[in-house]
């Protein structure tokens, strides 16, 4: 036999309530105090520190660099060719045998017809990187606002499922109404009911603790921080309406995507230019001095050739098609990219605000009226009209609104994200490319 004390007052707070309000106090306290000492971690210092040390932004810099390196090398002159040419011509012209070193030519390529046109073409390819570097960026912007999103979604349940606990928990104190007037008296199935209820509240919040430090490891992976840190990151609110239907036409725009394909299309129409200029191998310029045997004696000779290859069999005919095929190619990725973006914006742009739209109207009509209901039934089973069935079923009504209100917030957000990725919208605006070569073993 088990007795709960309550008093049956209705102008005093039952005293279950006032202990749990107690309760949620302190731990509100705690948390708050916590937080004070520990810097929340925002999206955008997140994102920040994602660039700064993800390896992939880091390979995108890289590239950079390399291609930078192409147009450095596209001005750079061959090296001259130098020949010596040692033979026993003199000697068996003036009877005297032997071998002599008789002539010595330095040849040298002149660019004329494709330094600045491979030039252009590398430079153009600068521009394409940089798109790149830019659409990586949009995709770690991406990638990380999902993981965070996810933590504190995780985070928001696990401190949901704590409360739920603790709730039930408090059902099953006794000492705290020993004193009241009013005996409320628990058949065993009522306590096995609770009992059920508190083993199941404990399994559901073992199991959200576990997803909690699985979504922080990913989030820790992502920005590169170590993985026993502890992450703090500020509560989840509601979304409010995120960016005006213009706002993101003028930024598809210039998405980072649409204007890698753009550059790819210019570097390929430059890549028409230097196919046709190939058509004619560079200029080779040989000076030399050579000694002959001429009047009966040894003399010095000097001279300058001019050589050059005639265009007569191949006329890189094939390059140039090509070229012009890659041209096309690049046009058709564009248009493709165009549309898949049109198609994305127009999609998550309508899911965000219908996603706004549902959370409000879950707000107002789901949840308020569940934590109403809970607040009733505890006033009604301190009254006896209510059995404790009730009561766990208003928990169970409640905590499963709030979470389910948790779960509609953070897909907004992740909604959220997915438009600004396909819009080409970066939350920290574009980082600095340049890259930096790092010092190697």
Known sequence: MSMIYSRHDNKAMPLWLRASLTGSFLLLSSLAS???????????????????????????????????????????????????????VLGAEDGSGGYDFTEVAVSQAIPIFHAKKQQ?????????????YQQQQLQLEYAIAQSFFDVQMKQALLRLNQQHLRAIQQKQKTKSYQRDALIRYLTPLDLMRLDIALQAAKQRLSQSEGL?????????????LPLEQTLTLPDLEPVTTPYQRNALNVALEQHPSLQMNRQAIAEAEAGIAVAHAQQFADPVVTLFVRREFLAGQRDTVTGLVVSMDAP?????????????????????????????????????????????????????????PAKKMLRLTYQAFDAGELSVLNVIDAYKTSFDTQAAYIQMLASAWQELALLRLNAGISVIGYTDSTPQLEKTQ
């Open 312 to 368: 007569v069999w191949n006329k890189n005919e094939a390059g140039v098609t090509q070229a012009k095929y890659s041209v096309q190619q690049n046009q058709a990725a564009l248009a493709t990219a165009q549309r898949d973006l049109k198609t994305n914006v127009h999609k998550s742009f309508l899911h965000v605000n219908h996603l706004i739209e549902q959370a409000n109207h879950y707000q107002k009509n789901v949840l308020q």
């Open 120 to 132: 252009h073409q590398a430079a153009l390819g600068v521009s394409k990187v940089e798109a790149m």
């Open 212 to 224: 909690y430090h699985e979504a922080s490891l990913s989030l820790k992976a992502l920005l590169g």
């Open 34 to 88: 916590a937080e004070e000492n520990k810097q929340a971690l925002s999206l955008e210092k997140s994102i920040q520190m994602g660039i700064e040390h993800t390896p992939e932004m880091k390979a995108a810099r890289a590239k950079i660099g390399m291609q930078q390196g192409k147009v450095k090398q596209s001005t750079v002159w061959a090296n001259p060719n130098v020949s010596i040419q040692l033979d026993n």
